[in-house]
């Protein structure tokens, strides 16, 4: 046979001051597990023991924000199945908590308690747990109810600056006001203190002293309502107050932003600008300016403008640019759509440049020997660049393309010689190309060399 015992709790709130007469009773009914009953006083009592039931609550007085201390009792007693009688547990101490409480009382020699227990007029929920330790002797036991809470009436009131903002979406709002508790007589007082409003970027912001609140909100209402209302942390189901709120409504102004943006300068000396301009909410086309500053700072210029579907397009744009200086991608916006602006980007490679090419002898015989020689520079001011590829490069005379013909190395002072056997008269060119990513191509002068038969 299982010897341990299993307690059972009466529990019931009265006003502070004192009890009144103990609360109807609860009678068993066809709910009731197998093995259990209640008394003619409402005490659940357990005649097998294993898994703890929950104790019946009898709960008659109610509290409010006008008076929020109460008496919580309870008769605790015991059920033998040894002796299969039940007897008061005495002496026994019983742990009961909520929001902001823990208390521990003990039972007296009848196995009854009595407990004050005060409400500060701000949880979110009256509900108590009640609990009693396993001992070798009897299981645990456990429960708990919900004190009944008088609603007073309430509302909430924003300041004027808060009613309606224009405001950038995404953007963060501080709204304010105060709420009060309105009595019967139309008379308004702040609410208690720690009142909690429904949360914001910060948490759950309570109310002061006086009432009064501040809510910092993130500005990303729907399409179909551009407003935020203003409530208690429950809504509806916020036990101390009736349902109250304000609406603050909302001028909203788009906002639009680069991403995935890119700015580079190539050796060709040509900018290109890569990224999308997204909008929120929605999409659209807009014109977007790619601007230039030699200091990055002042007298910015548009050096194109170019038209984008916001929110989707990637975008590539490329256009001549300059030795060294600023860039940056512009979109004006409109009344409701925010404006947007790249930070501005450096763009900048080492100038190279021919300061010497030439070909002789001229005129030369088909058939002879001639040379090219010149000279390679870069930087400012401009240097010798040594160690440098020169491709060269020949159209004959009556024709629109330039052929590859051969390349020479430039010597530690930037000069440079390549000799060719002389076939017929055209125009020579010599080029460089970047080869380590940080300077610009350069092209020599056209030089026109006559071969005679």
């Known amino acids: ?34 093995g259990m009953s209640a008394t003619s006083t409402g005490a659940l009592v357990v005649q097998a023991s294993g898994s703890a039931p929950k104790p019946v609550v009898h709960v008659r007085d109610k509290v409010s924000v006008d008076s929020l201390r109460t008496t919580v009792s309870a008769d605790v007693t015991v059920f033998d199945p040894r002796t299969q009688t039940r007897s008061p547990l005495k002496n026994t101490k019983v742990s009961f908590s909520g929001e902001g409480i823990s208390q521990e009382v003990s039972t007296d020699g009848q196995g009854r308690l009595d407990a004050p227990v005060s409400f500060r007029g ?70 208690p203190q720690g009142t909690p409003l429904n949360g914001d970027l910060d948490g759950v912001p309570g109310t ?17 309502y551009p407003w935020a209302d203003t409530t208690w942390a429950n809504n509806s189901s916020y036990p101390w107050l009736t349902m109250a709120s304000d609406r603050t409504d909302i001028d909203l102004v788009q906002a ?6 890119t700015a580079t300068i190539d050796a060709a000396r040509r900018v290109t600008f890569t990224g999308t301009l997204t909008r929120k909410p929605g999409a659209g086309y807009a014109d977007v300016e790619v601007q230039y500053s030699t200091d990055g700072k002042t007298d910015w210029k548009t050096r194109k403008t170019f038209r984008t579907d916001s929110g989707w397009e990637e975008f590539k ?25 790249t930070q501005p980007v450096r763009l900048t490679r080492t100038a190279t440049n021919f300061s010497y090419v030439n070909a002789a002898p001229e005129p030369v015989r088909k058939g002879q020997t001639f040379t090219i020689r010149g000279t390679l520079q870069h930087g400012t001011p ?46 020579w060119v010599a080029r460089y190309r970047d080869a380590d990513g940080k300077h610009f191509n350069a092209e020599s002068r056209q030089d026109d060399l006559a071969v005679n038969p």
């Open 1 to 34: 046979m299982h010897r341990r015992l299993t307690s059972a709790i009466v529990i019931a709130a009265a006003a502070f001051g004192g009890l009144a007469a103990p609360g109807t009773a609860h009678a068993a009914d066809a709910r009731c597990l197998w």
């Open 122 to 191: 701000t949880e979110k929920s009256t509900y108590l747990q009640f609990s009693i330790q396993a001992t070798p002797e009897r299981d645990d036991a456990g429960g708990g109810t919900v004190v009944p809470t008088v609603r007073r009436k309430a509302e909430i009131v924003l300041d004027p600056a808060s009613e309606k903002i224009r405001a950038v979406y995404g953007s963060t709002a501080t709204l304010t006001g105060r709420a009060s508790v309105i009595a019967a007589d139309g008379t308004r007082r702040p609410v």
């Open 208 to 224: 002061g002293a006086d009432g009064r609140f501040e809510r910092k909100i993130r500005v990303a209402p729907r399409d179909d």
């Open 256 to 261: 639009t932003s680069f991403t995935k943006y």
């Open 317 to 341: 744009q490329t256009l001549p640019g300059e030795t060294d200086g600023y860039w940056r991608l512009h979109y004006p916006g409109t009344a409701n759509i925010q404006a947007a602006i």
């Open 382 to 427: 401009a240097k010798a660049y040594g160690g440098q590829t020169v491709q060269f490069y020949f159209r004959p005379a009556g024709s629109q393309d330039f052929l590859p013909q051969g390349q020479a190395r430039t010597a530690a002072d930037g000069t440079f010689t390549h000799s060719f056997e002389a076939d017929r008269t055209g125009t």
